[in-house]
């Protein structure tokens, strides 16, 4: 059994900064692609960031030069640091990631979402 937990989200003012965390905790055997996405309400969920295994990376436009995913394998956690927030970055923010378990099965699993709140 594979879960993913997230943590960090918050309340902050514009312009203001929060750092959320995943960690992907059970039977693991290995962790591939890693993935934050955010959907706020009446939209789509739409993808925030990807992290490979091998650490390439990848941003959505509307983020790029505020928000670093980053990712530690040997904790099984990938990282979302988030500056510069503006209102339209307010969304539940979800984690991703593809999961290879002991038993050798393959799957996508999700975090629970955490909101973010960005409010002057």
């Known amino acids: 059994q594979v879960q993913l937990v997230e943590s960090g989200g918050g309340s902050v003012q514009p312009g203001g900064s929060l750092r959320l965390s995943c960690a992907a905790s059970g039977s693991i055997f290995s962790i591939g692609t890693m993935c934050w996405y955010r959907q706020a309400p009446g939209r789509q969920r739409e993808l925030v960031a990807l992290v490979t295994r091998g650490g390439s990376i990848n941003h959505t436009d509307s983020v790029k030069g505020r928000f670093t995913i980053s990712r530690d394998n040997a904790k099984n956690t990938v990282y979302l640091q988030m500056n510069s927030l503006k209102s339209e970055d307010a969304a539940v923010y979800y984690c991703?990631?593809?999961?290879?378990?002991?038993?050798?099965?393959?799957?996508?699993?999700w975090g629970q979402g955490t909101q973010v709140t960005v409010s002057s």
């Open positions: 991703n990631a593809r999961i290879i378990d002991r038993g050798f099965r393959t799957d996508d699993y």
